[in-house]
Nanobody
Framework: QVQLVESGGGLVQVGGSLRLSCAASGRTFSSYAMGWFRQAPGKEREFVAAITWSGVSTYYADSVKGRFTISRDNAKNTVYLQMNSLKPEDTAVYYC?????????????????WGQGTQVTVSS
């Protein structure tokens, strides 16, 4: 079992930056692949980024590639999402999730553990 708590969301202007954090409980954080997803009002939850347990490999949705960076600090049991050059279409609730298998990292069904989400609003 792992519990996840996101933080760092808020209101930012177009072109601004935010860094989301996801703190995980449990001693086995370093064995989980981690992902970030988002859900805008009236839309399905979508993949944003993922990182393997070691941090060596990262994956991004095309819509955020080059603007967002996922990273992790296993000593702090924390995964981060640095978001730069934010656009109004990035407005959503952002969720972090943990995967035990490291498979299907681009799909929400690959993650049994989820945080409660943090709101990101980008104003124009």
């Amino acid at each position: 079992q792992v519990q996840l708590v996101e933080s760092g969301g808020g209101l930012v202007q177009v072109g601004g930056s935010l860094r989301l954090s996801c703190a995980a409980s449990g001693r086995t954080f370093s064995s989980y692949a981690m992902g970030w997803f988002r859900q805008a009002p009236g839309k399905e939850r979508e993949f944003v980024a993922a990182i393997t347990w070691s941090g060596v490999s990262t994956y991004y949705a095309d819509s955020v590639k080059g603007r967002f960076t996922i990273s992790r600090d296993n000593a702090k049991n924390t995964v981060y999402l640095q978001m730069n050059s934010l656009k109004p279409e990035d407005t959503a609730v952002y969720y972090c999730a943990a995967s035990m298998t490291g498979r299907e990292l681009g799909n929400s069904r690959g993650y049994p553990y989820w945080g409660q989400g943090t709101q990101v609003t980008v104003s124009s």
